[in-house]
């Protein structure tokens, strides 16, 4: 950019940058102009890269306990003849693994306590394919889930119950016996074999794995499943892969895709990543206002300086072009000091969320409201360079008319009353 303005140019636009005793109110309004591009690029950064973190930790976590393609059946009594539908749906291009899987809602109780959990009963093997759990269990939670019969819980659910791996917890079911005095409910107490943190708080306060057969025998499935999870290895790329599971299955199954199941819940981080980009760039916004009013005001004052140096020889756009440089380069300043703070800040973002609860005693990033552990943060190259140029752009164009106030100046006039 410098490579289009003189030596002469950049000089004199650098001294109107520089504080002078004579425009001090000037400098100071600057300065603001300057702290409030830096701000509101290094916040916009910041927050951008926090959602961005957010959404691919959850999408991320769902999609690692869930199957990317859904097959229930619209039967009450499940999918009958589920492995050989596994086998045609495994012959698929991109499909990685079909896990069968018996789904039911159970209220799980001890030490007087009780909270409603979710049955999700599986094959020992098919843990594997659910990569967050799989990777927070060890070989001996495995195999008490698969020798023992044993149950797999959340961490939270553990701490809410009391209880640990080796422990027991009771199971009830409305899905009961009927007999001569009504539907009794079924109830059994269930080994711990091991309790599970995938870092997700829905899944780890009310989540409970549980062996297939054992599941298909306490929840009334005989001989069948209630659905089908397929884990492809494009899940971005979904739409092809559902129309051809929908022709494999027929009509007697339904199938849904991950998006579908999480439809509104993507809608709404969407919806709320945009709606933050417009408010923030207000503050950019606003700066840039500061620099119109500092920039007016600077060529207010040195009506003279310009005069002389028309008279000089300077033209009309030597002139712009010194008060665009010296307004562009608050921006200029601004944005490259916002982007180092915003990209610092996301970097190092847990550990400030940490000193900062510390120091307050106030509790910043609920798990149980926000879903996730910890405050991740994404930092996406194209979002940061769109945020650059942006705040660029606007300081630019901030620029322009008082700058080309100045060059319109006549020397008469201006010297006039000196």
């Given at each position: 950019m410098w490579y289009f303005f003189s030596p002469v140019e950049r000089m004199l636009a650098f001294r109107y940058v520089r504080s002078r005793r004579a425009e001090g109110f000037i400098s100071v309004i600057a300065w603001f102009s300057l702290a409030g591009i830096t701000l509101g690029v290094a916040t916009l950064i910041v927050v951008m890269s926090v959602m961005n973190g957010f959404r691919a930790e959850l999408v991320?976590?769902?999609?690692?306990?869930?199957?990317?393609?859904?097959?229930?059946?619209?039967?009450?009594?499940?999918?009958?003849?589920?492995?050989?539908?596994?086998?045609?749906?495994?012959?698929?291009?991109?499909?990685?693994?079909v896990t069968p899987q018996i789904e039911g809602q159970v209220m799980a109780t001890q030490n007087r306590v009780s909270i409603g959990?979710?049955?999700?009963?599986?094959?020992?093997?098919?843990?594997?394919?659910?990569?967050?759990?799989?990777?927070?269990?060890?070989?001996?939670?495995i195999n008490r889930f698969r020798d023992e019969n044993g149950v797999l819980i959340g961490r939270e659910m553990?701490?809410?119950?009391?209880?640990?791996?080796?422990?027991?917890?009771?199971l009830t079911t409305a899905k009961g016996k009927a007999t001569a005095f009504g539907t009794v409910p079924t109830r059994r107490k269930f080994k711990i074999a091991g309790v599970f943190h995938v870092g997700m708080y829905e899944y780890d306060s009310s989540f409970v794995f549980m062996p297939l057969d054992l599941?298909?025998?306490?929840?009334?499935?005989?001989?069948?499943?209630?659905g089908l999870e397929i884990y492809v290895s494009a899940p971005e790329q979904i739409a092809t892969l559902r129309q051809s599971v929908t022709q494999?299955?027929?009509?007697?199954?339904?199938?849904?895709?991950?998006?579908?199941?999480?439809?509104?819940?993507?809608?709404?981080?969407?919806?709320?990543?945009?709606?933050?980009?417009?408010?923030?760039?207000?503050?950019?916004?606003?700066?840039?206002?500061?620099?119109i009013s500092s920039m007016i005001m600077l060529v207010r004052s040195k009506n003279a300086d310009i005069a002389v140096l028309r008279t000089m020889g300077a033209s009309g756009g030597n002139i712009m072009r010194i008060f665009l440089m010296t307004g562009a380069s608050i921006g200029i300043v601004g944005t490259f000091a916002g982007?180092?703070?915003?990209?610092?800040?996301?970097?190092?973002?847990?550990?400030?969320?940490?000193a900062i609860e510390s120091l307050s005693g106030a509790e910043l990033f609920a798990a149980e409201i926000y879903f996730l552990s910890n405050l991740p943060a994404k930092v996406d190259p194209q979002e940061v360079l769109m945020v650059v140029l942006m705040a660029l752009g606007l300081s630019f164009?901030?620029?322009l008319y008082p700058a080309w106030r100045a060059s319109r100046i006549a020397p008469a006039e201006a010297l006039r009353y000196e």
């Open positions: 991320g976590r769902i999609l690692g306990l869930n199957g990317h393609v859904a097959v229930y059946s619209k039967q009450a009594g499940g999918i009958a003849d589920f492995d050989q539908l596994a086998l045609k749906i495994t012959d698929m291009p991109d499909v990685i693994a959990a979710v049955v999700r009963g599986v094959r020992w093997s098919d843990l594997a394919v659910r990569k967050p759990l799989w990777d927070s269990l060890d070989e001996g939670d553990a701490f809410k119950l009391g209880v640990k791996a080796g422990d027991s917890v009771t599941s298909a025998a306490f929840l009334g499935y005989e001989k069948s499943v209630s494999t299955v027929g009509t007697d199954l339904r199938v849904f895709d991950w998006i579908d199941r999480n439809r509104s819940f993507l809608n709404a981080l969407r919806v709320e990543r945009n709606v933050m980009f417009l408010i923030l760039t207000l503050i950019i916004l606003v700066a840039t206002f500061n620099i982007t180092v703070v915003g990209m610092l800040f996301c970097w190092n973002i847990d550990t400030i969320k940490q164009l901030a620029s």
